[in-house]
């Protein structure tokens, strides 16, 4: 993994990957054919991915996906909408950890 391929992910990842090339290389793969799937673009799959990130808890994938997403066009209202549709059924604590986590991956 190149420095440019690193710059944006955290850590843990990359010196997971490093250390296992063979697992980073299956996950990416996964991700792709998941990707290719179906017929949503990229930047729709990156606003659900915020979505489920959000969910799930997930701090670095939801900055992840906040970064993928306005790789793919995305605005920042789209990402805070995708965010604030997990109000109701997340709750009220994790969309505003969510807003949060995403307003520094878009600083």
């Not at 990359?14 to 090339?21: H, V």
């Not at 959000?54 to 306005?70: D, F, I, N, W, Y």
């Not at 997340?90 to 307003?103: D, I, L």
Request: aromatic share 6%; hydrophobic share 40%.
């Amino acid at each position: 993994m190149t420095d440019d391929d690193k710059k944006g992910l955290p850590n843990t990842y990359t010196d997971f990957i490093e250390k296992f090339p063979e697992l980073g290389d299956a996950h990416e793969s996964i991700g792709k054919a998941v990707d290719l799937a179906g017929t949503l673009d990229a930047k729709t799959c990156a606003l659900i991915k915020i979505g489920i990130s959000l969910g799930a808890g997930l701090e670095s994938a939801l900055r992840s996906h906040v970064r993928r997403a306005t790789e793919n066009g995305a605005l920042e209202v789209e990402i805070e909408q995708a965010i604030l549709l997990g109000m109701n059924t997340c709750g009220f604590p994790r969309t505003v950890a969510a807003w949060q986590w995403a307003r520094q991956a878009l600083d």
